[in-house]
Structures are given as C-alpha cells and as structure tokens.
C-alpha cells in the first residue's frame, strides 16, 4: 500500500477507467472513504489529499471522530454505513449528512422527528437485501416500493429520500458481482418509476467498485483501497 493520498489518486484512477468503459461520465461517481476503524489522523490525511466524503459503520466510534475534527466539519460531508439502532437516531440526526443504512419506517421518522431544523435535511438511502436468505439487514425487495413512499412522505425539511444502498454477498468473478447490482439498478428505476425523485446508488467497495459502476452505481465506499488493511 502506498500513502492515502497515492491511494486515493489510485482509486480514482479506476474510477474513472471504469466509467470510460462504460461510457459514463466520472462526474456521475462519488467516492466515498470509508474511515471506520481508522482515526482522525487518517481522515486528515485523506481531507489533504483532496477527499471530503468519509462513511463510518460504528456511530460510537463515529460521534468521536466527528468530534476531534469539528474544526474541518464544513469540509467534511459524514456518511452512515453501518446498522442503525432506534435509540442511535437522535445523536445521528444531529452529527451526520447523510444515512444509507435505513430498512424500516420507524427508524426514518425517528430521524425526521430528531434532525435539527437548523441543519440541511438529512440525506436517506434504503438499505436494500439483495441476497436474499444470506443476509439479513436490509428491506426485502417485494417490500421496497411500500417502504419508499412511506419515507418519501416525511417531512421535507428534515429527511430526504436519495436512493437505495446494498451491500451483496462477496463474489470473486466480475459477472456475479455485476448480478446484484444490477439488481438494484433495476429497483431504483422502479422506484422512479413509481414517481419517486430518487438519484442514488449506493453500491461497490474495494474488490468490486468496477462491477458497481458498470452497473450504473453513483457513489462507490472504498476502505481498504484507501486506508489499507483492517
Ligand atoms: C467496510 C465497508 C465498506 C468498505 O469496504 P472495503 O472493502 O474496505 O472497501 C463499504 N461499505 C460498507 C457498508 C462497509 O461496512
């Protein structure tokens, strides 16, 4: 591994080497640093090297960094990964920008009631389970469309529906990592379908961010390929 800042210059290398094959335009990607285990230091280190965006899985943990690096908090856009308890809501609504990891209404009106009108409002991804027995966080596809207009109808204001995040089971081979995604590819389009203005795919870390982006993915959550090893 070389430092995080020639990590990051080598990630967005394929990055955009994966939306040049699939005729996208890179603008259309955000890359999100996934921090969790990594401390402050690091994401100083990530923020010098051009990088603004950090997903955190642990909110304790997160609550912490978030704290040691208030005097970068407007540089910094902090982004949940990880499950989210109902008695978290409150602390989350008030430090982060964005949640991907909603998958069920009371966790969304929880955030709603909780975000400070002072802030923007709160960015929501649906965690969606795209493995199906395999995993178990994570809404149901058959359930999505129910769920989605029911977070859609929240309070503007304070939460807003973005779109849909999965994380698949590990798979070695390019097409089986492609097959979930574009599985949630295709719901998005439903849920558009459906009326909703959502733009978000939330998918690909490390080993698979060039399956996810092939598939239409539009923020990839790379860890290890930046921060090295865990
Ligand atoms: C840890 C984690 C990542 C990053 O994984 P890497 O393989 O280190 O890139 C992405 N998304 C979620 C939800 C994670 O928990």
New binding site residues.
């Given amino acids: 591994m070389g430092s995080i800042g020639s990590n990051l210059q080598e990630v967005k290398r394929r990055i955009a080497s994966a939306c040049l094959d699939a005729a996208r335009d890179a603008n259309t990607v955000t890359l999100l640093a996934?921090s969790?285990t990594f401390g402050a230091d690091a994401v100083r280190e990530a923020l010098a090297g051009g990088q603004s965006a950090f997903?955190e899985?642990y909110v304790q943990e997160a609550l912490g960094k978030i704290e040691l690096l208030a005097d970068l908090r407007p540089q910094l856009q902090w982004h949940l990964?990880?499950p989210l308890q109902s008695n978290k809501t409150r602390a989350v609504a008030e430090a982060f920008d964005w949640v991907?990891t909603v998958d069920r209404l009371k966790i969304a009106q929880r955030l709603a009631e909780q975000r400070p009108p002072s802030l923007p409002p709160l960015q929501l991804c649906l965690q969606v389970n795209v493995s199906g027995e395999s995993s178990k966080s994570g809404v149901a596809p058959t359930e999505l469309p129910a769920l989605a207009a029911a977070v859609a109808a929240l309070p503007a204001a304070r939460v807003q529906l973005r779109g849909l995040m999965s994380?698949p089971e590990p798979a070695a081979d390019p097409q089986a990592q492609r097959r979930p995604h574009r599985l949630l590819r295709d719901l998005l389009v439903q849920l558009q379908a459906q009326g909703l203005a959502v733009d978000t795919l939330s998918m690909g870390?490390?080993?698979d961010l060039e399956a996810a982006v092939t598939e239409g993915s539009t923020l990839v959550?790379?860890?290890?390929?930046i921060f090295g090893r865990?």
Avoid: E, T
């Fill in positions: 996934v969790k997903g899985n990964i990880g991907h994380i870390m490390s080993a959550r790379v860890g290890s390929a865990r």
